[in-house]
């Protein structure tokens, strides 16, 4: 992997090049956003987006998970790419020892209703309980099957709300969330003034289709403006770290 802004490098170590700006997560949590996408736009194909990686996307995507405290994704997110408990690599697990941070962060999903497959890795075999975000009126059915595997956090009355989930992640002492999506997740975020970074995978390839994009629902109201950090590539895959702000710096 080498460097191609804002200098050139050759064989980049990810962690080094995606590491948290000095300070952050102090008064709220930092967020980043990692999702790939085609030259055309689409995030997915056949509905899941490992399907437009490679080897050196994992080593990002790993890379990236070994640096956040928490990660949040939308359950269906999760459902379509068959989410299970967060592997690392032993070395990435040592660095986050010598952080102070746990052998691997916990997986933090998004659902309103929790109908959820508890008997499913992503429960059952999770290292660290998985975190459920949901709101009032979650089914109790659901949250009582759901409680031996996995810890309930209301955190919105009709829909999640962003901002709650950011509050009870501070109280929680993450000062890092990994956003995986989807689009409509990735957009609250977006339109709650809560991105802080987005790390975007640029695969290699066309693929047509009507679908879905990193970002989805209501059109902003004006463009957000987005900083370039690093870029770097890897046999055609190019990787974009953005920060949030023409005056963000890494």
Do not use: K
Not at 106 to 116: D, E, G, H, Q
Not at 153 to 164: E, I, S
């Amino acid at each position: 992997m080498r460097a191609l802004f804002p200098r050139p490098e050759t064989d980049v170590d990810p962690v080094l090049a995606y590491a948290l700006p000095e300070g952050v997560g102090d008064e709220r949590p930092f967020v980043r956003c990692n999702m790939i996408s085609t030259l055309d736009g689409a995030i997915t194909l056949d509905g899941r987006s490992g399907m437009l990686g490679g080897p050196a996307d994992r080593r990002v995507f790993q890379a990236l998970r070994s640096l956040a405290d928490v990660i949040l994704v939308g359950a269906g997110t999760a459902r379509a790419e068959a989410y299970g408990p967060v592997l690392l690599a032993p070395e990435l697990r040592a660095l986050r020892e010598r952080r102070g941070q746990p052998p691997v962060p916990p997986i933090a999903l998004v659902t309103r209703s929790a109908n959820l497959d508890w008997f499913s890795p992503l429960f059952t075999e999770a290292e660290v309980r998985t975190i459920v975000l949901t709101t009032i009126d979650c089914d109790p059915g659901e949250r009582r099957r759901g409680e031996g595997v996995a810890d309930f956090v209301v955190a919105g009355d009709a829909r999640v709300d962003p901002a709650q989930v950011l509050e009870y992640f501070h109280g929680a002492g993450y000062h890092s969330v990994l956003l995986e999506g989807g689009p409509g997740l990735n957009a609250d975020v977006v339109h709650a003034g809560l991105l802080d970074e987005l790390c975007l995978t640029l695969s290699p390839c066309l693929v047509a289709g009507d679908g879905p994009r990193v970002l989805a629902g209501e059109e902003l109201e004006r463009p957000l403006g987005l900083a370039m950090v690093r870029l770097l590539e890897d046999e055609g895959f190019l990787f974009c770290r953005f920060a949030v702000g023409p005056d963000r710096q890494a």
